[in-house]
C-alpha cells in the first residue's frame, strides 16, 4: 500500500497521470470515495496521460464512456448501478475490462466480489479543503510496474504505524 496527499484538482490530476505511465492494456483502476473526493478528476489525469485531449465527465446517467487515447480508455461510474439483476451489464463490462484497454471505475465498491482480483485500487478521501488523501493498493504484479512511476509517500508499513498511533497527517512544506 502507498499513500500520499495532494492539495487541489491539478495535483490530483498530476498524481493520475504519473499512475497511467505503468498502466497496461487489461488494467481495472478501481476508484473509491465519497462524493466529491476527486474520483473524476483522477481520471481525467490519467485520460490525458494516455493520451485522450477531450472531455472527460463522469458517466452517471449512461454509466460508461469510451474515450480514444494511445489505447482504449473505459470510464464506468456505478453510482446508480444495481448489482442484482445487472448480470448482462456486468458480462458485457468483464467483456472490455479484460479487452485491450484500460478501465476506470468510479464507486468501484459497489461491485463487491464481482471486482477484479487484479483491480488496481485507488482510495480518495476529503482530508479538508481542496486536500484529498490517496492510497493506492495493487496485486504484486501490477504493483512492481506502478510503484516506480509514483512519487515518494508513505508505503505500507509507516501508514500503519502512523494511522495505529492517530497521529496526524504529515504537513506539507511550501
Do not use: N
Not at 486536500?131 to 512519487?151: G, I, Q, Y
Amino acid at each position: 500500500m502507498w499513500a500520499a496527499w495532494t492539495q487541489g484538482e491539478e495535483e490530483t490530476r498530476a498524481l493520475a497521470a504519473r499512475l497511467a505511465a505503468g498502466l497496461e492494456p487489461a488494467d481495472v483502476v478501481a476508484l473509491i470515495g465519497e462524493l466529491g473526493s476527486g474520483k473524476t478528476r483522477f481520471t481525467e489525469g490519467a485520460c490525458r496521460a494516455l493520451g485522450y485531449a477531450g472531455r472527460v465527465r463522469s458517466p452517471t446517467f449512461v454509466l460508461v464512456h469510451v474515450y480514444r487515447g494511445r489505447l482504449p480508455i473505459y470510464h464506468f461510474d456505478l453510482y446508480r448501478w444495481e448489482l442484482p439483476g445487472a448480470s448482462a451489464e456486468l458480462a458485457e463490462w468483464e467483456e472490455w475490462m479484460d479487452g485491450g484497454g484500460v478501465s476506470f471505475v468510479e464507486w468501484a465498491d459497489r461491485l463487491g466480489t464481482a471486482l477484479p482480483e487484479r483491480a488496481i485500487l485507488v482510495r480518495l478521501a476529503h482530508a479538508g479543503g481542496e486536500r484529498r488523501r490517496v492510497v493506492v493498493e495493487a496485486p504484486p504484479d501490477r504493483w512492481a510496474r506502478l510503484r516506480p512511476h509514483l512519487p515518494p509517500g508513505e508505503e505500507a508499513g509507516e501508514t500503519a504505524t502512523r494511522e495505529a498511533a492517530g497521529a496526524p497527517p504529515p504537513r506539507e512544506e511550501g
